[in-house]
């Protein structure tokens, strides 16, 4: 098939995320993929500043990766895990015990990112109708926060500022509290105070009678805007949590493995979940999974009544492939240095993206771990910019006023200075 006849076929049968169908954003064919570079058909290679979605953090056609999917293929590359199980699936559950909060010691598998939500929500739900609390229907989030596309994410995400405002009146209405303060503020530090966490502290003492969860992406509010927030903030809400007995969900699907700069963000504000969410990098990129992981306490609690059954089975969960790759990805990564790649990631994008907040169209300039963000006044033309960025030699993908960095952490220096110099000079233009 030529690049001509693919594009063509695209623009008939394909929808794309996000876009309109009949007025659809350019897109452009890739053939290939190995380290952090993308080949397109026309034979131009991209370096990568996306990591697909924040997801191949090894980079591209890793071999270690390609190796455990070929492995697993010999054996079985699925098998319905109802009334079956198996190694690559235990291994894996044992790995996310071991790795994550002490209190963690049950693992659900799910499909996505979304799924897990989901999971964790009905989680939640089911752990207080258990227990005779039938009006805990509601779940305590903060505004700017996203959980994904399916419904029960879609409901916690920011109703007015997130992506699905359109569905307002079909989805559960939830309780939002305001969006927590920023570590930044038009490029100044915004230091700690008590008063930050007094909007949730009021919205949770006033409902939690009806509030079977808060639901929080911990440290980094990442498709709701990048936005980088206080540990204080979280470990406020772990102890309002507490004193209230209202289960803490923390959703770490973007910024689980390495991604903050700790092997889960939450560690930054020293405590433990209730329900733990991870994804993305789960698999390093090369197949969909995810898991929902929680503590003996809501197991418990779920199994109260006598039904003891957690009302969920995707047809895909526990898929060996995906799992034997899951546990060949976090192997990989706990054996690398991926600390000081990350430490060193930030350090360079600090250094190379601060002279964007000289543009007069740049409001501000903010890095945490390896996630780099120029946040401009207005928003960016996203097809004027996908051309301007990929004339450069660079595949990047900003949306709203936020033009973003989340590369692979096997990214070499001089790599991540061609993206970071893209982006300066492409604003540049503006």
Known sequence: MTEDELLKL????????????????????????????????????????????????????????????????????????????????????????????????????????????????????????????????????????????????????????????????????????????????????????????????????????????????????????????????????????????????????????????????YEQANIQPDILTVGKALTGGTMTLAATLTTRKVVDGIEADGKGLLMHGPTFMGNPLACSVANASIDLLLSSSWQERVDAISTQLQDELSICSELNCVKEVRVKGAIGVVELHQPLDTIWSQKQFTDRGVWLRPFGRLVYLMPAYIIEDTDLSKLTSSIYNVLSDL
């Open 10 to 265: 695209d623009a008939q049968h394909l929808w794309h995320p996000y876009t309109s169908f009949s007025k659809p954003t350019p897109v452009l064919p890739v053939v290939g993929a190995k380290g952090v570079r993308l080949e397109l058909a026309n034979g131009q290679k991209l370096i990568d500043g996306m990591s697909s979605w924040w997801s191949t953090i090894h980079g591209y056609n890793h071999p270690v990766l390609n190796q455990a999917i070929i492995d697993q293929t010999q054996k079985m590359s699925h098998v319905m895990f109802g009334g079956l199980t198996h190694e690559p699936a235990v291994t894996l559950g044992k790995k996310l015990v071991d790795i994550t909060a002490d209190n963690l010691q049950h693992v659900f598998l799910a499909d996505s990112g979304s799924v897990a939500v989901e999971v964790a929500i009905k989680m939640a739900l089911q752990y207080c109708f258990a227990q005779g609390h039938t009006q805990k229907t509601k779940l305590l989030t903060a505004r700017n926060g996203y959980y994904g596309d399916t419904f029960g994410g879609m409901a916690v995400c920011d109703p007015v500022n997130g992506m699905h405002e359109m569905f307002t009146g079909v989805l559960a209405n939830h309780i939002f509290a305001e969006a927590p303060q920023t570590l930044t503020e038009n490029g100044e530090e915004v230091a700690w105070s008590p008063e930050f966490i007094n909007d949730f502290k009021s919205k949770l003492e006033a409902n939690h009678h009806q509030i079977a969860a808060v639901i929080i992406e911990p440290m980094v509010q990442n498709a709701g805007g990048m936005r980088f927030y206080h540990a204080e903030y979280l470990l406020a809400v772990r102890q309002l949590c507490d004193e209230y007995d209202v289960l803490l969900i923390l959703d770490e699907i973007a910024t689980g493995f390495g991604r903050t700069g700790t092997l889960f963000a």
